[in-house]
Every structure is written in structure tokens, then in C-alpha cells.
């Protein structure tokens, strides 16, 4: 805990424990790696495939790396050659790490295959990523098709039951594949913007952030505090409106209709303030590199400051509605408990991970954006299960509120514009990685750049651990809580979406 | 605006029925004990005895010196940040329960700097012992309090109380209750609410004048009283948290008015405690060393759980 508060208290210190850790993976593991990057926050290893059960091994059990959790297993194509890109990172030390592993395009399938059971013997959530047909036909008895509802509408579930317990679960993302992720190939970097906001529908300004924060970060651009106040502004906007949508979807199963539609009515008055703003709620397109689309108006701050009072009001009315209800509150006591070692485990981030009692928070870890110059809490649970985790969403809507009006009485006056035109730049062949807290959790992208075009993006979404540990919490709950736990875990379609 | 001054007139409608309830409950009940009638009760002029007593008070004397008037504003100030439900709290911070400690401290303090203001030096030792020694009982408290904030991870006092949903924070610190409890027995016994005519603050008053500053300082001791009893039940045992289909504002009544009926029978049936040294003994002896043990067994089952992942 003294580790993790130093670190967010002088930022300095993280690119020391980096260059520490740097050397520590050259001592250990020089003949395993064949070559370490730096990437602004995070490492980049390029691994064998013969020497992975090695690196695995010693970054799982050394106690100088102490990696616990894996986040996310992507296959992408670069040029004619196939890679997987392993995330691990540690929630302790609070540090990731990426793993690529190069294999060959004709025998991609048993490769990956082969790859995945060897993180799996060290990372349980890597047995998810492998091909499960065999798993579900064999041990399901009932089968749940995706639904209306949404944040549910991208998996089927195959279950395994005992009278009207879950005994087993398997979820198969089948129904969320796309023909290709091959989409940014033929576009310039700025038109690439746009079409990112599909992978977290719910609140499109991370996505972008993200991947404008990376070129920035290759850049080495510095960025003008006044656009960074705009973009911290969106963020916590579209923060408060996932957390309320997050509510809406909980009211929605629980059967609370009328709390359903006042929060309805709540979200539409935070999108409305987006849209005032960026002229769009799902796809902002708002986010450049080195700044924003455009300066934001007085008109547009003395909107948000005339509907902010009357947004907290109402949430806090929502929340006495909700949660002062014995039989609601009963309802979601007990249901869908994550332990924190689990959720550790699973590489779960973000609001799940933190009501399972564990304090982190990318926007105080790594002083994401300017939010160190902010007064704000993270709000943390206790036991892990649905109600802290309604609690924390709501916890969080009142920090969101209190951020944006710090927001707005400090912000800059200073600003400059000028225009950079993106296609003109060539960048040599490189990588880069950047991580935003999402309200979901971390969202991270990792590009590969040559000239003025994006050679690969891999998107890794914090729903993808959430969905995958659900198999875990599902077990030996009841079946008629099984739209409730999924409900409270707070899955984007978005984030799940593959090739 | 409105909204605010909603909330401080629910507030000042609270205490105002709660001193009322308080007060009267104080003198019949001690009364009983004492093998004495108390407040005729079929009488009317039992039930309107606490507010005839503010009356008494205004009728004798009008002044009223600058300290007195900082306990009286303390005295509401305190209960500015202190959540009574989930949604009555006037300024609402997500660092309540260090704010609460402070104006606690605050309002000791003032106490003391009011009770110091007398020409006579044998009052002004006798004052600034009392004071002294209920100083020192703060010490536990502030121990205990760190205690909680290492469990519940949180310095909210409205947090503290969401996450007690589960088990009530008695389960985890069942020490700390113990310590927290006496040491507001103890408090209660020096500030001397119980006992007839005696006023821990207001010595110099009962000598050198009565009236309004006298009613202040018994306004300032019930408010500090009901605000250890408040921070009692929000910290240990579930603050308004429902129980089955009750209230939980019903609840935090109830466990406020069970608790304060047991320290005032508690402090009858305990001997009256004037001896100073008795007191310190009490506090540095057993009260400060137990709550550093709930520290350090506190600490230590984090460590293992949280760093060691043992228990």
C-alpha cells in the first residue's frame, strides 16, 4: 500500500521502478527476450515462442516482478506476419507489461492454441481464450440466447444447472464477431478517430482519448492544459452517464420501473450536455492529437454549471429510492460476490475491481490526464458483491460532479490553436501503448505505426475480463439472478467485439 | 439554498425534540434511581419542566461573552458534516469524519478557553484539570477511529455506513466498541450531565454569574454527548441501516435512545468518579493500551490479509 501511494505521489518515481524493472528483466531473463521497449509507462517484450513458459514463469513467481493478473490475450496481423499480444499487469505494484510472440500464419490456429495453454498454466483467465465448442456441448443443459437487454446482447450463455442453481457456465462471444478488424488499414490516422468510438458505444470519448494519447505519447507531444481541462470534462460527462445508463440497466431487471425512468430522464440530461458540447453522444469525435475539435464555449460551461445541481439532486434521489429500499437492497445483498483474489486473478479492473476492495485507479495511479491537480476520492467496497457495486457507481457519479466543477472553476483561459496536419507526418516503424480508466475499468490500446498509416490496433477492453469472470460468479448462484450479476457487472457490447 | 435551509430546519427540529426528550428522560430517570419522584409526570408542569428550565435560565441573567457564543455556533457546526440519514447532511465531504474529530477537538477546546475566563485561580485549576483529563479520554477515541478507517478503507462517514450493510463494523472491532463506549461513560461522568446543579464547565459561572452562558454550556455538553453517541452508532453498530422492513431512521433513533438510557444507568450505578488521579489511571492504564492493541491487531490483520494474503 506505502508502494502504491508513493507512486501517485511523485510521478518521477514510476519512470525510476520502470527503469528498475528494465533491468531486472535484462538480468533475469536476457537469453528468454529478444528485445525490450520502452513504451512511455509500460514495457513491451518481444518473446520466442519456445521461451514463454520461461518468461511467464519468472514474471508470475519472481517476487520481483510479481505478476498476478492477465488482462488480455489479442491475435493481430502485422504486414504478412501474425502476433499475439499477451497484457499482464500487477495491481500492486501497479505496473503492465506486454508480451508479443510472433507465429506463423500457416499454422496459426494450433500455435495460438499452444500459446494460450501455456499462459493458461500460469494465468487461470487464459483458459477462456482458447476454442470452448467442445466444453459447452458437452456439460450444458440449458442455453441463454443474448438479450434485449443491453450490455447483454453480445454472448450466448450455455449453462450447466442443478435443479435452480448454476452449476457450470460458458459464454461464447460467437454472436459479437465481425468480418474483419481490418478496418483503419486504408485510412489516415485522423479518420481512424471516429471509427474507434464502436469499440465502448456507452461512453465514446475513451476510446479516442486513448488512441490520441498514444500518438501524443509517440510524439512526445505536450499537450495545452486547457484542452486537457476540455478532455477531462467529456470523460467525467460521459463517466456520469455510463454509471446512470449502469443504473437504468440494474432498475430494468430489478423490475424498478419508476426509478428506471427517472434515471432515463438523468441520462438523457447528461447526454443532452454532450451532445450541447461535442454535437454527437455515442461517436463524439471530439479528441484530436495535441488537443481537442474545438474550444469550448461559455455558453457550454454555464450549460453544465446550470444542470449539475439539478443532476446531483436527482441521482441522490435515485440513489434513497433505490437503495434505501429494504427489498432492493435485499435483492442485490449477497448476489454475484467477486473475492478480490479472483478479481485480482481475472485482470478485472476499474469499478468491478474496486468494490472488491482493491484501491486502483488509473487516474490517481499513473496521474492520467491532469487529474492530480484535482481533489477527488476512489471510492472503494468491501464484500464484492452486486450492492457495493451499485454503491460505487453511485459513489463515483458524486466525485464525477465534484471533478467537474472543480473543472470548471479553474479552468485555463489560455489557449492556442494551431493546426497540424497528421497526414504529412511519417513515423518510423514503432509501438505504443496507452491506458485510460474507462467507467468500465482500463482501456487500453496498443498501435504499431509506419509512415503516415496504423500498421496494427489492438483494442483491449476491461468488459472482456468482467464478462469472462462471470463464468466464475455465475457458479452456484441462482438462475433467475443470472441477468441481475451480469447486469451489475457493467459489460459494454462494444469492448467485446472480435475477429 | 432552499434545499439547505430545509435541511437545517429538519436538523434544529431534531434536537430541538431530542435535548427535549433528553433532558426530561435525564432528570426522571436519575430521579427514579435516587428514590425520588421526579418530574410529576400526570402534571403538566413535568412535561414542560426542560422548557420552563431554558426560561429560568434567560430570565436570570442576559450576558453573554464572545467564547460562549463560539461553543453555541460549534455546537451546530459540529452537526453540519454528520450524516443523521443517508440524505440529511448539510455540507456532504468525503472527508466528514476527520472534519467531525477536528470541530470535536474545536468544542473541547472552547470549553476550556470559556471555562478559563474567571478571577478566581483555585476555579481555573479545577477547570482546566477537568478539562485536561477529558482531553486525554480523546486520545482512545482518536485511536479507535483510525482503527475503523483502516476496515472500511474510507474517511466518509455516509460510506462508513453503506458498507456496514453486510456486518456491522462491531463484528470486525468489537475492542474498539468496548473502549469507545467507556470512554464516553467516562466523558459523560466529568462533564457531569447526570449529576444535579454540578456543571463541569460552568463553575465559574455558577459563582460568578447564571443565565444564557449557563444554558449554553448544557447545550454544549448534551451536543457533545449526543455527538459521541451519534459517532458511536455510525461507526460500530450500522448507523441507518435498515433492519428487515424497519426504518433505518427509526433504527438510529432507536440505538440512540438505547444507548443513552444505558450510559445514564450506567453512570448511576458506577460511584461518582471526582477523583482526578482514578481517572487518568483508568485512561492510561487500560483504555489507551487496549485501543493501541485494536491498532496493531487491526494493522496486522491487514497486513497478512491484504499483503501476505494469509488469513
Same mark, same amino acid.
Given at each position: ?34 528485445? +525490450? ?77 499452444? /500459446? ?43 449453462? *450447466? ?27 489516415? +490516422? ?13 461512453? &465514446? ?21 486547457? *484542452? ?11 463517466? /456520469? ?32 450536455? +454532450? ?27 454555464? /450549460? ?45 479492473? &476499474? ?83 496507452? *491506458? ?22 489492438? /483494442? ?40 | ?9 429538519? $436538523? ?62 460549534? =455546537? ?56 485536561? @483529563? ?48 467507556? =470512554?464516553?461513560?467516562?466523558? $459523560? ?30 447545550? =454544549? =455538553? ?5 455527538? $459521541?453517541? @451519534?459517532?458511536?452508532?455510525?461507526? !460500530? ?38 477523583? !482526578? ?35
Amino acid at each position: 500500500m506505502a508502494k502504491e501511494n508513493y507512486n501517485s505521489i511523485y510521478s518521477s518515481h514510476r519512470y525510476v521502478f520502470i527503469e528498475r524493472f528494465e533491468k531486472n528483466l535484462e538480468y533475469y531473463l536476457k537469453d528468454q527476450i529478444k528485445r +525490450i521497449y520502452k513504451l512511455k509507462q509500460e514495457i513491451l517484450c518481444i518473446v520466442y515462442k519456445d521461451n514463454l513458459y520461461d518468461v511467464l514463469k519468472e514474471l508470475k513467481n519472481n517476487s520481483e516482478f510479481n505478476i498476478q493478473s492477465l488482462k488480455d490475450i489479442s491475435r493481430y496481423k502485422s504486414g504478412d506476419k501474425v502476433y499475439v499480444l499477451i497484457s499482464l499487469y500487477s495491481a500492486v505494484s501497479n505496473f503492465s507489461i506486454l508480451l508479443k510472440v510472433s507465429i506463423s500464419p500457416q499454422d496459426l490456429e494450433d500455435e495460438y492454441d499452444e /500459446i494460450v495453454k501455456l499462459t493458461a498454466d500460469f494465468y487461470r483467465a487464459a483458459g477462456f481464450y482458447r476454442d470452448r465448442t467442445d466444453l459447452k456441448l458437452k456439460y450444458s443443459d440449458a442455453t441463454v440466447f443474448s438479450q434485449n437487454l443491453d450490455g447483454m446482447d453480445c454472448f450466448d450463455i450455455y449453462l *450447466s444447472t442443478c435443479e435452480d442453481k448454476i452449476k457450470n457456465a460458458y459464454i461464447d462471444t460467437g454472436i459479437c464477431r465481425t468480418v474483419s478488424d481490418n478496418f483503419y488499414h486504408d485510412l489516415n +490516422i485522423i479518420s481512424v478517430i471516429p471509427y474507434i468510438s464502436r469499440f465502448d458505444y456507452r461512453a &465514446g470519448i475513451f476510446p479516442e482519448l486513448a488512441l490520441c494519447t498514444s500518438f501524443e505519447d509517440l510524439m512526445q507531444m505536450k499537450i495545452p492544459r486547457r *484542452s486537457q481541462y476540455i478532455r477531462m470534462l467529456l470523460c467525467e460527462l460521459y463517466r /456520469i452517464s455510463n454509471h446512470i445508463y449502469f443504473i437504468v440497466n440494474i432498475s430494468k431487471v430489478l423490475g424498478c420501473d419508476v426509478i428506471y425512468n427517472l434515471a432515463l430522464t438523468e441520462k438523457e440530461r447528461a447526454l443532452r450536455i +454532450i451532445e450541447f458540447i461535442t454535437g454527437s453522444r455515442i461517436v463524439p469525435n471530439f479528441i484530436r492529437v495535441g488537443g481537442v475539435r474545438k474550444n469550448i464555449s461559455e455558453e457550454d460551461t454555464n /450549460i453544465v454549471i446550470s444542470n449539475l445541481p439539478v443532476l446531483y439532486k436527482n441521482i441522490v434521489k435515485i440513489e434513497k429510492m433505490l437503495l434505501g429500499n429494504t427489498v432492493i437492497a435485499g435483492k442485490l445483498k449477497d448476489i454475484g460476490v467477486i473475492n478480490r483474489e479472483s478479481a485480482l486473478e481475472f485482470g478485472l479492473t &476499474g469499478p468491478n475491481l474496486r468494490a472488491s476492495g482493491v484501491r486502483y485507479d488509473l487516474r490517481k495511479n499513473r496521474n492520467l490526464l491532469m487529474y492530480k491537480k484535482f481533489s477527488f476520492i476512489t471510492p472503494i467496497g468491501k464484500f464484492g458483491d452486486c450492492l457495493s457495486r451499485v454503491f460505487i457507481r453511485f459513489q463515483e457519479i458524486y466525485q464525477s460532479i465534484s471533478i467537474i466543477r472543480q473543472i470548471l472553476g479553474e479552468m485555463p483561459e489560455d489557449s492556442f490553436k494551431r493546426i497540424i496536419s497528421m497526414p504529412s507526418f511519417e513515423f518510423p516503424f514503432s509501438a505504443m501503448t496507452s *491506458s485510460i480508466e474507462c467507467p468500465h475499468g482500463d482501456f487500453k490500446v496498443f498501435i504499431e505505426v509506419k509512415e503516415n498509416k496504423l500498421l496494427s490496433l489492438v /483494442i483491449m477492453g476491461p468488459s472482456k475480463n468482467s464478462l469472462f469472470l462471470s463464468e466464475e460468479v455465475l457458479r452456484d448462484n441462482k438462475l433467475e439472478d443470472l441477468n441481475l450479476i451480469l447486469a451489475s457487472l457493467d459489460i459494454s457490447s462494444g469492448e467485446i467485439m472480435h475477429s | 439554498m432552499v434545499n439547505t435551509l430545509k435541511e437545517i430546519a429538519y $436538523l434544529c427540529l431534531i434536537f430541538g425534540i431530542n435535548l427535549y426528550i433528553c433532558s426530561y428522560l435525564n432528570n426522571k430517570l436519575i430521579a427514579r434511581i435516587e428514590l425520588r419522584r421526579g418530574y410529576v409526570t400526570p402534571r403538566i408542569r413535568g412535561f414542560t419542566y426542560p422548557v420552563l428550565k431554558l426560561f429560568k435560565y434567560l430570565s436570570k441573567d442576559y450576558k453573554l461573552n464572545i467564547w460562549e457564543f463560539f461553543i453555541f455556533l460549534f =455546537s451546530f457546526l459540529i452537526w453540519s458534516i454528520i450524516p443523521i440519514t443517508a440524505t440529511l447532511v448539510i455540507v456532504d465531504i468525503d472527508f466528514s469524519l476527520i472534519a467531525a474529530a477536528f470541530f470535536y477537538i474545536m468544542l473541547l477546546l472552547l470549553n476550556f478557553i470559556c471555562a478559563s475566563r474567571t478571577s478566581y485561580n483555585f476555579i481555573f485549576s479545577q477547570v482546566a484539570k477537568k478539562v485536561g @483529563v477529558l482531553l486525554t479520554f480523546v486520545i482512545p477515541v482518536l485511536i479507535n477511529i483510525v482503527s475503523v478507517i483502516l476496515i472500511n478503507k474510507t474517511l466518509s462517514l455516509k460510506a462508513i455506513v453503506n458498507f456496514q450493510y453486510h456486518f456491522w463494523n462491531i463484528v470486525y472491532q468489537p475492542l474498539g466498541f468496548l473502549i469507545f463506549f467507556i =470512554s464516553i461513560l467516562l466523558q $459523560l461522568k466529568l462533564m457531569g450531565i447526570s449529576k444535579r446543579n454540578t456543571f463541569l464547565f460552568t463553575e465559574n459561572i455558577d459563582k460568578e454569574g447564571r443565565g444564557m452562558g449557563r444554558a449554553i454550556s448544557r447545550f =454544549s =455538553s448534551y451536543m457533545i454527548l449526543f455527538f $459521541l453517541i @451519534v459517532i458511536l452508532i455510525i461507526l !460500530y453498530i450500522g448507523g441507518w441501516q435498515n433492519i428487515y422492513f424497519i426504518r433505518g431512521e427509526i433504527i438510529f433513533a432507536l440505538k440512540f435512545y438505547v444507548i443513552f438510557i444505558v450510559l445514564l444507568l450506567l453512570d448511576k450505578a458506577t460511584p461518582g468518579l471526582d477523583s !482526578y488521579k482514578y481517572l487518568i489511571g483508568i485512561n492510561w492504564r487500560f483504555l489507551v493500551p487496549i485501543s493501541i492493541v485494536n491498532l496493531i491487531l487491526t494493522i496486522a490483520f491487514l497486513v497478512l490479509r491484504n499483503i501476505y494474503s494469509f488469513i
